[in-house]
């Protein structure tokens, strides 16, 4: 990636539950509250898939993150990645991981899909989605063509045990979810 974005980019944004969001389309609402797994949907779309990994570590939580989490007790690592469809970055995902997730079986995901692992391990649960406007000088420092419209991203709890993993996605310009559709 020419332009490398530093870590963390962050995400500090409104959410709201998916019933009171205004999503200004119905092709767009679909990508946004589709349960399926985002990243087999990029890949029926795309020659080639792949997951640019900006960073993974310890950072702060966001006053939503925590607030969204409600566990203050616990550790937790942010991973941010960028989802590229034939090299073209799709979507920017956020993840809040516990600790004991990022350090035990996850430890080497690498630029594998979070995506893969939460929709193939059968032990999890997804929340309702939050969905939310993210204007584009939040993402600003990403490899992204600036665009005056707001961008859109969900967010939902993965459930496992007592562990949480909060996700959130936004889509940049280039998906095509801001394409216009013809009914």
Same mark, same amino acid.
């Given at each position: 990636?020419? &332009?490398?974005?530093?870590?963390?980019?962050?995400?500090?944004?409104?959410?709201?539950?998916?019933? &009171?969001?205004?999503?200004?389309?119905?092709? =767009?609402?679909?990508?946004?509250?589709?349960?399926?797994?985002?990243? +087999?949907?990029?890949?029926? &779309?795309?020659?080639?898939?792949?997951?640019?990994?900006?960073?993974?570590?310890?950072?702060?939580?966001?006053?939503?993150?925590?607030?969204?989490?409600?566990?203050?007790?616990?550790?937790? +690592?942010?991973?941010?990645? #960028?989802?590229?469809?034939?090299?073209?970055?799709?979507?920017?995902? @956020?993840?809040?991981?516990?600790?004991?997730?990022?350090?035990?079986?996850? @430890?080497?995901?690498?630029?594998?899909?979070?995506?893969? #692992?939460?929709?193939?391990?059968? @032990?999890?649960?997804?929340?309702?989605?939050?969905?939310?406007?993210?204007?584009?000088?939040?993402?600003?420092?990403?490899?992204?063509?600036?665009?005056? &419209?707001?961008?859109?991203?969900? @967010?939902?709890?993965?459930?496992?045990?007592?562990?949480?993993?909060?996700?959130?996605?936004?889509? =940049?310009?280039?998906?095509?979810?801001?394409?216009?559709?013809?009914?």
């Amino acid at each position: 990636m020419q &332009h490398a974005p530093s870590f963390p980019v962050g995400l500090t944004v409104t959410w709201k539950p998916e019933s &009171h969001a205004l999503v200004p389309n119905n092709y =767009l609402r679909n990508w946004l509250l589709d349960t399926g797994s985002l990243t +087999e949907r990029i890949q029926s &779309h795309c020659r080639q898939f792949s997951v640019y990994r900006i960073g993974q570590g310890v950072a702060p939580l966001s006053t939503e993150e925590t607030q969204r989490l409600n566990d203050i007790d616990s550790a937790y +690592e942010i991973r941010e990645v #960028l989802l590229l469809a034939d090299d073209t970055p799709w979507v920017f995902a @956020r993840s809040v991981v516990p600790v004991s997730l990022s350090t035990g079986e996850w @430890r080497d995901l690498g630029s594998q899909p979070l995506g893969k #692992l939460l929709f193939n391990d059968t @032990r999890f649960t997804r929340g309702e989605f939050e969905v939310a406007e993210v204007p584009f000088s939040v993402l600003s420092s990403l490899p992204i063509t600036p665009v005056s &419209h707001p961008l859109y991203g969900r @967010r939902s709890l993965f459930t496992l045990e007592e562990k949480q993993i909060l996700v959130a996605e936004v889509f =940049l310009p280039a998906s095509p979810v801001y394409q216009s559709v013809v009914s």
